[in-house]
């Protein structure tokens, strides 16, 4: 499995609830992903409790923090509805059948999806919603934030956007 692919495995994870079987993977994922360390040394430090609450704190809290792909780029509803079917229709052209109880766009599935496949379309085409995730998340102070630098290193940069 080429880096990449193990990164976005591990942080497919990372951004997980993080219940018993994530803290029993977690030695793992510190030794297979160094560029989550941010987010695993502390998940390796916080109490279980702990971790568990900030968790729900940061992404189920009004869809500041939404890890739903499409609500970053799509307000409106039907479109949100057409993109999710999108979702889908490219799982299955790669052989998968989305079958989740979290929706489609939801980035541990669509990093997992391209760890699987090495098919990043999704998560470029998706860049901009992943900068203003990995922005607020920033902002909000929390290592989760890690989770989404170490992604977004990974993409493309759009012609639009200029590193200093």
């Known amino acids: 499995m080429p880096s990449d692919a193990v990164l976005y495995q591990a942080a497919a994870l990372c951004l997980t609830y993080p219940d018993a079987e994530f803290r029993a993977r977690l030695p793992l994922?510190?030794?297979?992903?160094?560029?989550?360390?941010?987010?695993?040394?502390?998940?390796?430090?916080?109490?279980?409790?702990?971790?568990?609450a900030h968790y729900v704190q940061v992404f189920d809290s009004r869809n500041r923090h939404s890890l739903c792909l499409s609500w970053w780029r799509d307000e409106d509803i039907r479109r949100r509805?057409?993109?999710?079917?999108?979702?889908k229709d490219v799982y299955r052209a790669a052989g998968l059948e989305f079958t989740g109880e979290e929706p489609p766009d939801?980035?541990?599935?669509?990093?997992?999806?391209a760890a699987r496949t090495g098919?990043?379309?999704?998560?470029t085409e998706h860049r901009q919603g992943l900068g203003q995730l990995r922005a607020r998340l920033t902002d909000f102070g929390t290592p989760y934030a890690c989770v989404l630098d170490a992604v977004c290193a990974t993409l493309p940069i759009p012609h639009t956007e200029v590193r200093s």
């Open 29 to 52: 994922l510190r030794e297979a992903a160094p560029q989550l360390r941010g987010f695993t040394d502390h998940a390796a430090l916080t109490p279980p409790g702990e971790l568990a």
């Open 119 to 123: 098919d990043t379309a999704l998560l």
């Open 81 to 87: 509805g057409l993109s999710l079917v999108r979702f």
């Open 106 to 113: 939801f980035l541990p599935a669509v990093l997992e999806f």
